[in-house]
C-alpha cells in the first residue's frame, strides 16, 4: 500500500516522457524508466545515484516488481468493483486534494524564486565586502608513510637518503605500500591535495615547510604513529577573481532574497486569513 500511494505521489510530480524506455510489461500496460526512477528518487530522498551499483541494481529491481505488482493488484481491484466503492472514492479525493496542495505550494514557490533577480551591481557589493570568503588557500600535493616507531621511520628515511627526482618518487611509493600502515598505503601514500589546517598541526606544520620532491629529513610524531613525507607538488594562495565568484554570489543573494520574500508573503497571508486553533 505504501509503495502505491508513493508512486501515485511521485507520478504526480514529474512528467513522463514519451520516449521513456519500457521495462516491463503487465497485460498489455507498460511500466517507463521514468516511473521507477521515480519511486527510487522520492523514496531515497534523491540520494540514488549516490548509493553503490549493486545496492542501485537492487533497490531498482524491487520497485520494477513492487510496480508490477502494484498493476496487478489495479486490475483485480477494478474487476472487483473498487473503485465505484465510497471507500475508494473518499480516499481517492484525499489523496488527490493532498497532491494538488503539494503541486500548487511547489509551483507557487518556483515562480516567486525564478521572479527574484540579482544585479551585478549587488554581486559586486557582496564581493567587496565578503572577501575572505574569496580567498584560496595555498594548497599542497602530499603523500605519507606511516609507521608505529621512531626507529622504524629513521631507517626508511635513511634507506631514500641518497634519492633524488623521479628515484625518489618511485622509491617513496613502493615503501607506502609496502611498509604504511595508514588507509593511504596501497595508493603510494597518496593524500592528495589539501590546504593550510586541514592536517593535524605537526603534519601541517612540517609539510608546508618543505620544498617540492623532497622528504621530511626526520620522522614527523603525531597521534596517528610516525610519518616520513613526501611533497609532489604546492599550490600558491590565491584570490577567486569576481567572474569565478559571480554565480556562487548570485545564487547566495538570490536565495537570501527568496527567503525574505517568501517569510514577507507568508506572514502576509497569515495576517490576512482568519485562522483558528482548537485547544
Known sequence: MKLIIKSLMAAALISVSASAAVVATVNGKTI???????????GTQGRFTSLPKEKQDELQQRVVEGLVMQELVYEAAKKEGVLDSAKYKKEYDDIVARIQKQLAAKVWQENLLEGIKVTDKEIKAYYDSHGDEFEQKEKVHA??????????????????????????????????????????????????????????????DAVFGMKVGEITPAPVKTQFGYHIIYLEEKQAGKKATLDEAKPFIEQRLKQEKFQKEMEAKTKALKDAAKITYSK
Open 143 to 204: 603523500r605519507h608513510i606511516l609507521v608505529k616507531t621512531e626507529d622504524e621511520a629513521k631507517t626508511i628515511i635513511a634507506g631514500m637518503k641518497s634519492l633524488k627526482g623521479d628515484k625518489l618518487k618511485e622509491k617513496f611509493i613502493e615503501e607506502a605500500k609496502a611498509k604504511s600502515t595508514g588507509p593511504s598505503g596501497p595508493k603510494g601514500g597518496d593524500l592528495g591535495f589539501f590546504q593550510q589546517g586541514q592536517m593535524v598541526p605537526e603534519f601541517n
Open 32 to 42: 517507463t524508466s521514468e516511473e521507477v526512477n521515480a519511486v527510487l528518487m522520492e
